[in-house]
């Protein structure tokens, strides 16, 4: 059975992720304990750990935010974002171990079938487990700390801005997970961890990140504001 903070966390994460608050909406404790049954405290530790883990700021005595969204916070994100998990991937690479490069072969498949049945929240979950499994993998601490934090903020970009998880009219099933060009990327980044070729999964995972970049920043639309921003042209990795 989970405990209080642990239906709070994943609720909460599930109402940013779902749109039910806009760039710059504050989080009030008191409502989420209301609107999930639960006491103020293990929302309090929660809305603490999400600013820790970034995809929340905290502004004084004022509470809890979602972050206003820019193009240059957007830019500064991905590039961090690419440069982390990058080598988060090569060191998976160097470290591997049979049992690893199944959990993320099992993640790929689980992957697939979501995207197949355009299961859309539930492909969003085995994603973000996919990318921040990569990053325990790496078997570096700090690593994995630090992409988990600006895993998250970059996630508020993509489920704001990224059209796959926009409602979208009705889709013919089942969809072809060949057409995902995430879920193609993904097993280039396993099959390369597989074969322990750091140098090549560190720049499968940077091209990765940077599509995922392209993709968002190419539609958006021009001249909107209220955290909707013009596009950018992308961002050097190497610089």
Known sequence: MKNAESI?????????????????????????????????????????QLVAEGLLEARGNKGCYIPQLSPED???????RALLEGRAAMEAAFCRTDEDVDMLKSLLDEEKEKYSQD?????????????????????????????????????????????????PAPIKLPRDPSNSIS????????????????????????NHIYTSYSRIAGRIPAGQSAGIFTARNPFNLMS
């Open 8 to 48: 709070a966390y994943e609720s909460i994460i599930g109402m940013i992720l779902s749109r039910n608050y806009a760039p710059g909406d504050r989080l009030v404790e008191t409502e989420l304990a209301e609107s999930l049954g639960l006491s103020r405290t293990p929302i309090r530790n929660v809305l603490r």
């Open 74 to 80: 957007m830019n500064s994100v991905f590039k961090t």
């Open 119 to 167: 299961k859309r929240k539930e492909y969003a979950a085995v994603n973000n487990k996919f990318h921040l499994l990569l990053a325990q993998l790496s078997k570096n601490a700090c690593i994995e700390r630090y992409v988990k934090q600006v895993y998250w903020r970059a996630g508020l970009y993509t489920f704001y801005f990224d059209r796959f998880y926009v409602p």
């Open 183 to 206: 879920c193609t990327e993904h097993e280039q980044i396993v099959r390369a961890i597989a074969i322990g070729d750091g140098s090549l999964a560190e720049n499968v995972m940077r």
